[in-house]
């Protein structure tokens, strides 16, 4: 079945809020949309509200045909105690959902309830239409096609971050909707999983609405992009891919600019203009009182005839002021202005490996000997599962080695951003949180660093689990501003920012000068980032290149 939706003069908030207004589109069969904005502009809200997640404050949503079945994958898949990879797979197809309802509408059929034929007859139909049949031999085949090898009955409690990840591409390889409304799929997927991702996507006969900051993965998969600005309170639409939608946004906010220029040019001139033409009448009026008592008619008539034209002119140019089309001055944009604090160079030798091994179930890492130097800018790469973080882990000394020596030098500091932005899942306040981190700076100044990252006063004072994934990344990059660092460790940095902040982010490193280690699977990154070292992880080994 292929499917339509309409959604017409959205609007949406939070509380006094205003999110957007006035949206309209239309996301038809092979329609792959992507939804940008930074992070709050209402992305995540607005694909809650076309799957009919949440009601909108204003406006409509039609599905054509009413029974098309929409899925709704969101950002961060949920791992719940005590289910298992299999029973994941099928909530996330949208399958377990479609059982439950059939074997209700089964119970009712044996019960002889009145309508339990047709309802039977839907079920069954939706059961079908969502793969139900077949999924779990199809999900035993793309598990192993994936490289999740661990077995579908494994508590998805019990995966790894990157197996966490296959199982989450899996549910999505897996689906059979009529329309898909993705939310940041690409996060923590490895490149294969990127390419694999995006063939998929490029193959749908299905619409697609998908939100993702992996600028490649646009690049190569959208056919349109709707921006949320939040900063003009605007909502546009742009036909053509991701590359021409940012020429076309280059070019309509020069000549937004260039229109509020002229527009203030000409009312500057015409008030300066008015202005002059005020204070000639004036000084004629002043002059014909002054001189009043002169026998001159002739004179006192020509005064005053002048004082009348100049209060003529100025009439007229207030009302040519009156008449300009008003242009509105373009508000700018929220940026992420980051710079990252450095604290004094360490020795010169950093961190060091010596036939280092881990060995954790099935997995094994090593021996591996690796030394990183004062001022290395090294870039880690390598499939999901393969050890990245466990040779993050390993140099910084977090981890018990079962066989070698790790080493970290002197003096050195450690900055991290790392995948699970650990330090803001608690039940503190993020102000607590982030004191407790940096416990040299004031309350107030702390305040004032998260405002600079987007995070104002609504946010401060919350638990910090209860923020977006976006917001506790930003979390975690205030905090490499609030304290000095001289090894930087960003191990997938780009998850969950918006694509203004990535860009940011990219400027930051450029201009950091201590030593870095970076793990990321974003591919403009990687172009975008200078380093001095590649080391690439496969299957718990590391090569140099």
């Keep these: 079945m292929t ?28 329609d792959v949309i992507g ?3 930074v992070n709050g502009a209402g992305k995540s809200t607005l694909l809650r509200l076309l799957a009919g997640l949440d ?38 197809t949208g399958v377990a959902a479609a059982q439950i309802a059939m074997d209700e509408a089964t119970t009712a059929l044996v019960e002889g309830a009145p309508g339990a034929d047709d309802a039977y007859a839907t079920s069954l139909e939706r059961w079908l239409a969502l793969g139900g049949a077949d999924l779990d031999e199809r999900a035993e085949d793309t598990a192993a096609t994936l490289g999740l090898t661990v077995g579908l009955e494994l508590p998805m409690t019990a995966l790894s971050g990157g197996q966490a990840a296959r199982a989450g591409l899996a549910s999505l390889l897996l689906s059979r909707y009529d329309l898909f409304l993705l939310d940041e799929p690409t996060n923590d997927l490895d490149l294969d999983g990127l390419d694999r991702l995006e063939s998929y996507v490029r193959g749908l006969r299905a619409g697609t609405v998908v939100v993702s900051h992996d600028r490649e993965f646009l690049t190569r998969t959208v056919t349109k992009v709707l921006e949320l600005d939040l900063a003009q309170q605007q909502v546009t639409l742009f036909g053509g891919g991701y590359t021409a939608y940012l020429e076309e946004r280059e070019t309509a906010r020069r000549h937004a600019r260039e229109e ?14 008015a202005q002059m033409q005020r204070g000639w009448m004036d000084k004629g009026v002043k002059n014909a009182r002054r001189k009043a008592g002169d026998n001159d008619k002739l004179g006192r008539k020509f005064r005053s005839e002048a004082s009348e034209k100049q209060a003529a002119k100025a009439r007229q140019t207030q009302r040519m002021i009156e008449r300009l089309d008003t242009v509105e001055e373009p508000r700018k944009e929220w940026e992420l202005r980051m710079e990252i604090a450095a604290a004094p160079r360490s020795g010169s030798v950093v961190a060091t490996l010596r036939e280092a091994a881990v060995r954790r179930g099935g997995f094994a890492f090593g021996p591996a000997s690796l030394q990183i130097d004062w001022a290395d800018r090294v870039a880690i790469t390598g499939a999901n599962g ?45 102000l607590d949180a982030f004191c407790a981190a940096v416990p040299d700076t004031e309350p107030a100044e702390v305040r004032t660093l998260l405002a600079k990252f987007g995070l104002k006063a609504a946010h401060v004072l919350r638990p910090a689990t209860t923020l977006s994934p976006g917001e506790r990344t930003r979390a975690a990059l205030a905090l490499l501003q609030g304290r000095g660092v001289n090894l930087l460790v960003l191990d997938e940095p ?14 930051a490193l450029d201009s950091y000068n201590g030593t870095l280690l970076l793990v990321t699977h974003d591919r403009r990154m990687l172009e975008a980032v200078r380093t001095t ?7 718990g080994r590391i090569t140099e290149s």
């Design 3 to 30: 499917a339509t939706l309409v959604a017409k003069d959205l609007a949406a908030g939070h509380g006094d809020r205003s999110l957007f207004t006035g949206l309209d589109l239309v996301v038809a069969p092979g």
């Design 35 to 37: 939804l940008v904005g």
């Design 55 to 92: 009601r909108p404050e204003h406006g409509e949503l039609r599905l054509s045909p009413p029974a098309a079945n929409v899925g709704h994958l969101p950002q961060e898949p949920e791992r719940r105690a005590g289910e298992n990879v299999r029973e994941f797979l099928a909530r996330r």
């Design 260 to 273: 509020y220029e002229e527009y203030a040019d000409k009312k500057s001139a015409l008030e300066g203009r």
């Design 386 to 430: 393969s050890g990245k973080s466990t040779l993050l882990a390993a140099l910084l000394g977090r981890l018990p080695l079962d066989s070698g020596s790790a080493h970290l030098g002197p003096g050195v500091v450690v900055g991290e951003v790392d995948q699970a932005r650990g330090l803001f899942h608690g039940p503190q306040t993020l």
């Design 494 to 507: 780009t998850n969950h920012l918006d694509l203004v902040a990535i860009e940011q982010l990219e400027s």
């Design 533 to 539: 070292r590649r080391i690439r992880v496969t299957d």
